[in-house]
């Protein structure tokens, strides 16, 4: 049975006279995710989410959301649909809840139990009445979550939520996306480029650079790309150089008193047996997984570039 898609996008584009500020980008989010949207600063992910809320209007390109057409059904799929583009905006001379309760009543309005209950979800029930003039950056992104909470969206976009938020902040925020996904069910988009924070909220990723889009896919279906394998032997001396005269070893170095070993997974039987047969004693060859950060890196760095001028070289384009 297929997923549900929440959003989708079709070869999106946007161009500012020679700028081309997104190219060609399609995406799919499913019902369910916590999507994550990485890219460098100004590679386009902001761009694309005001294109996908129809605050802007593409050059080229098609988005739907919630199965809807945009900008043709832009009422109807924004109904179930909460957003933050950019630092939210607040009254500082108005408490919280005022605040809430003046965005609500220039979309629609919203019954006090739903304000009541956004501000719960998002922990500022007990500061709802202070004026957000005195809230702290993590306070106030946390009051834009909830403004995007009121229409009880099913879908909701987060554009770079825990920038600038000192450690304590960024776990908030981070325990706050895991607890709308997983106990309230709501599909989360988020952009950032902090790396680390997506790697450990979202199950799934688009990584974008230059406007254009380098991979779509499972977290840990790119994270397992890495070929490389944790040696742990005795002698380690006697390990070391049989390893490096091993056919297909692309590289060799320790780390922690160990051997991290580059080589295609389906030698590493051999390289065990080989060892064994050596007179080496292998207490563990276990495969290294790389962290968001090291491929992000490899995607978006020069020799991703260069391969960028030959697509079929880029191999990790593939959803």
Do not use: W
């Not at 832009?74 to 649909?81: D, F, H, K, P, W």
């Not at 380098?214 to 380690?236: H, K, M, N, W």
Request: with cysteine; net charge positive.
């Amino acid at each position: 049975m297929a997923a549900e898609l929440v959003l989708r996008t079709e070869k999106l584009a946007k161009r500012y006279g020679r700028i081309q500020a997104v190219d060609g980008v399609s995406l799919e989010v499913q019902r369910g995710d916590i999507f994550g949207f990485l890219g460098p600063n100004g590679a386009g992910k902001t761009t694309t989410i005001r294109m996908i809320v129809g605050l802007i209007r593409p050059t080229a390109g098609r988005v739907e959301l919630l199965g809807r057409p945009m900008p043709a059904a832009r009422r109807t799929a924004l109904a179930r649909v909460g957003a933050i583009v950019e630092t939210p905006a607040f009254y500082g001379f108005l408490s919280g809840r005022a605040n809430l309760e003046l965005f609500a009543a220039m979309s629609g309005g919203a019954p006090r139990a739903r304000v009541d209950r956004v501000l719960e979800v998002v922990g500022l029930q007990g500061r709802d009445r202070d004026l957000a003039g005195t809230y702290s950056y993590g306070m106030r992104q946390r009051l834009g979550i909830a403004q995007a909470l009121l229409p009880d969206p099913v879908l909701i976009l987060l554009d770079e939520p825990s920038l600038g938020l000192d450690p304590r902040g960024m776990k908030e925020m981070r325990d706050l996306i895991l607890d709308l996904n997983r106990v309230h069910g709501i599909t989360v988009c988020l952009s950032s480029h902090l790396l680390a924070e997506v790697q450990q909220v979202c199950n799934r990723i688009a990584i974008l650079d230059h406007g254009k889009l380098l991979y779509q896919g499972e977290v840990g279906r790119l994270l397992s790309r890495t070929e490389s394998f944790r040696v742990r032997a005795e002698p380690a001396e006697q390990a070391r150089h049989a390893v490096a005269g091993f056919p297909d070893v692309a590289g060799v170095r320790g780390e922690n008193g160990v051997l991290v070993v580059d080589l295609p997974a389906d030698r590493v039987p051999e390289l065990n047996a080989r060892l064994v047969a050596g007179g080496v004693r292998v207490f563990e060859i276990s495969p290294v997984q790389a962290s968001l950060e090291e491929v992000f890196l490899q995607l978006t760095g020069p020799a991703a570039a260069d391969a960028s001028a030959h697509p079929s070289s880029l191999k990790t384009c593939a959803s």
